[in-house]
């Protein structure tokens, strides 16, 4: 069974400018998850997505990040404009379904230095 | 918001000892997860604990979800050098969907 597949794997970009990551979940997995993880830190949740709407995306910073999972399947994850403090791995993850008990499974990350 | 505190920080041992991590909340949690992350991948699931006791092992890993619900504990027995990595400790707290991570304990293997 193939993974959850995430690109680019890197991406460095200045401040200001805008960046996507992509990610194609598992097959089959409903929810999807996008986390940061900022050097040191352990990840911490965006956005989930269940199908093709949102679930949670209480700490996503909506001013500058956004969001979309259109067909319920793939996701793109944008940053416009780009700050320093961005900096970090952007990792998503998939699970088949939403309730107690749900493994997550991640993907490898998007790593993204911000100049 | 809602935080777990995990320690050590970072572990140096020698090939073959038994390592013992823990995490702990200021909340109750329904959930623990334990992860473990290996240089440039993401998490891998280890060990789920649903149950306030619950103690579960997965080879030479075993978990246990604290009475209090506060906190939980992973020990590695017999540690190998593939064992290097980050280990993270997860909760979900009652009525969240969210999961909520430690800051890992960075797990190094000397020779």
């Known amino acids: 069974e193939a993974g959850v597949a995430q690109s680019p794997r890197y991406k460095i970009i200045e401040k200001r400018q805008s960046v996507a990551f992509w990610c194609n979940p598992i097959?089959?997995?409903?929810?999807l998850y996008w986390y940061q993880q900022i050097l040191g830190q352990g990840p911490k949740l965006l956005i989930q997505f269940q199908n093709n709407g949102v679930v949670d995306d209480s700490q996503l910073p909506k001013d500058r990040f956004s969001a979309e999972r259109l067909k319920g399947v793939d996701s793109t994850l944008k940053i416009q404009p780009a700050k320093l403090e961005d900096s970090a791995v952007y990792l998503c993850a998939s699970s088949f379904v939403r309730d107690i008990g749900e493994t997550q499974y991640f993907g490898p990350g998007t790593r993204l230095l911000v100049l | 918001g809602q935080q777990l505190n995990q320690s050590p920080q970072s572990m140096f041992i020698q090939e073959g000892e038994d390592v013992s991590m823990n995490c702990t909340s200021s909340s109750i949690f329904n959930t623990w997860l334990w992860y473990k992350q290996d240089p440039g991948e993401g998490p891998v699931l280890l060990i789920a604990l649903y149950k306030a006791g619950e103690l579960t092992s997965n080879g030479r890993l075993t978990a246990q979800f604290g009475i209090t619900r506060k906190d939980s504990f992973l020990n590695i027995s017999a540690s190998i050098p593939s064992d290097v990595g980050i280990y993270f400790c997860a909760g979900r707290a009652p009525g969240d969907d969210k999961i909520i991570f430690g800051k890992g304990t960075r797990l190094h293997i000397l020779p």
């Open positions: 097959s089959g997995h409903a929810t």
